[in-house]
Nanobody
Framework: QVQLVESGGGLVQPGGSLSLSCAASGFSLDYFAIGWFRQAPGKEREGVSCISASDGSTYYADSVKGRFTISRDNAKNTVYLQMNSLKPEDTGVYYC???????????????????WGKGTLVTVSS
C-alpha cells in the first residue's frame, strides 16, 4: 500500500523551529521528486518547497527562502523540512507529495504530484 505520512507538526512560538518528516511506504522515493505544500485556513494550498529525484536540486517559495530547508534521505525513504524563524503566517496544514520523475519538471516543481499525504498541522502563535 502506497503511503506518505507526515509528522512533526505542532504549536510553536514565533521565531521558533520545527522539523517535519515525510515517510514513504509501499514504494521507493528514489525516483520521485518530493514537494511540501501548505494550506492556511481560508486560503488555497501553496507549494512551499520541493526536492528533485535526480540530483537533489531544491526549490523554495519566496516566502520561506532562507528560513526553510528541504532534504532527503533515500536510505530511510524519508524527506524532511526544517523550518526556522517561524512566523504566524506559516501556520497551516503541511502536506508532502511525490511526483514520479517522468511526471515532474523543474520548470514547474509543484506540479505533477502523484501521491499525497494527509498532512500535519503547524501552528505558529504566542
Amino acid at each position: 500500500q502506497v503511503q506518505l505520512v507526515e509528522s512533526g507538526g505542532g504549536l510553536v512560538q514565533p521565531g521558533g523551529s520545527l522539523s517535519l518528516s515525510c515517510a514513504a511506504s509501499g514504494f521507493s522515493l528514489d525516483y520521485f521528486a518530493i514537494g511540501w505544500f501548505r494550506q492556511a485556513p481560508g486560503k488555497e494550498r501553496e507549494g512551499v518547497s520541493c526536492i528533485s529525484a535526480s540530483d537533489g536540486s531544491t526549490y523554495y517559495a519566496d516566502s520561506v527562502k532562507g528560513r526553510f530547508t528541504i532534504s532527503r534521505d533515500n536510505a530511510k525513504n524519508t524527506v524532511y523540512l526544517q523550518m526556522n524563524s517561524l512566523k504566524p503566517e506559516d501556520t497551516g496544514v503541511y502536506y508532502c507529495a511525490a511526483a514520479y520523475f517522468s511526471n515532474w519538471s523543474p520548470a514547474f516543481p509543484y506540479y505533477g504530484m502523484d501521491w499525497w499525504g494527509k498532512g500535519t498541522l503547524v501552528t505558529v502563535s504566542s
